[in-house]
Antibody
Framework: QITLRESGPTLVKPTETLTLTCTFS??????????VTWVRQSPGKALEWLALIYWDNDKRYSSSMKTRLTITKDTSENQVVLTMTNMDPADTGTFFC??????????????????WGQGTLVTVSS | DIQMTQSPSSLSASLGDRVTITCRAGHSISSHLNWYQHKSGKAPDLLIYSASTLQSGVPSRFSGSGSGTDFTLTITNLQPDDFATYYCQQSYRVPYTFGQGTILEFK
């Protein structure tokens, strides 16, 4: 059974750095073709993709937020950490982590998020 | 970035109905299109990947089609558990953008 769980502060102040941890089980991030991603949902808004890290430590970021995001993994601890700097009230939202699966396609590999955590609500306020 | 546009934004339907949600990509994405169901306060669920492949465990009343820029999600014989928000997502090119969502409400 695959499970993911997000953890971190529920309240941060403007300009602070947010650090969120995704702890997962049921798969290994050292296995070829695996990845973990972060997605945010601000109140009343759509899902917004933020960042992704692959088994080989390849990293991808949202183009609008790449200067503020860092994603890292600890394979031995089955954890992925997302940091977001210079938090603003507009960053308030629920943050989800999810497993990324890759399936070989022609000519490109298909990628999708097939297991998600319940999400953690982060409020940015002074 | 590849913009994903869903229509309609909201939809009212009754039990047993057949509904179709459309997703249009701002650039050809071949069949690199995924559909998710999301209920408030819960984890999103993957329904369909590669435009038309049903994720394991998802009821066969869900189906997806399309390629290039135009895609559809069809739900037949609507059940109470199907009333939720549905998102398309392209996984062709980073950033992996989502559509704005379609809220499926009970009529």
């Amino acid at each position: 059974q695959i499970t993911l769980r997000e953890s971190g502060p529920t309240l941060v102040k403007p300009t602070e750095t947010l650090t969120l941890t995704c702890t997962f089980s049921g798969f290994s991030l050292s296995s070829s073709g695996m990845g973990v991603t972060w997605v945010r949902q601000s109140p009343g808004k759509a899902l917004e993709w933020l960042a992704l890290i692959y088994w080989d430590n390849d990293k991808r970021y949202s183009s609008s937020m790449k200067t503020r995001l860092t994603i890292t993994k600890d394979t031995s601890e089955n954890q992925v950490v997302l940091t977001m700097t210079n938090m603003d009230p507009a960053d308030t939202g629920t943050f989800f982590c999810a497993r990324v699966r890759m399936i070989r396609g022609v000519p490109m590999t298909y990628k999708f998020f097939d297991a998600w955590g319940q999400g953690t609500l982060v409020t940015v306020s002074s | 970035d590849i913009q994903m546009t869903q229509s309609p934004s909201s939809l009212s339907a009754s039990l047993g109905d057949r509904v179709t949600i459309t997703c249009r990509a701002g650039h050809s994405i071949s069949s690199h299109l995924n559909w998710y169901q999301h209920k408030s306060g819960k984890a999103p669920d993957l329904l369909i990947y590669s435009a038309s492949t049903l994720q394991s465990g998802v009821p066969s009343r869900f189906s997806g089609s399309g390629s290039g820029t135009d895609f559809t999600l069809t739900i037949t014989n609507l059940q109470p558990d199907d009333f939720a928000t549905y998102y398309c997502q392209q996984s062709y090119r980073v950033p992996y953008t989502f559509g704005q969502g379609t809220i499926l409400e009970f009529k």
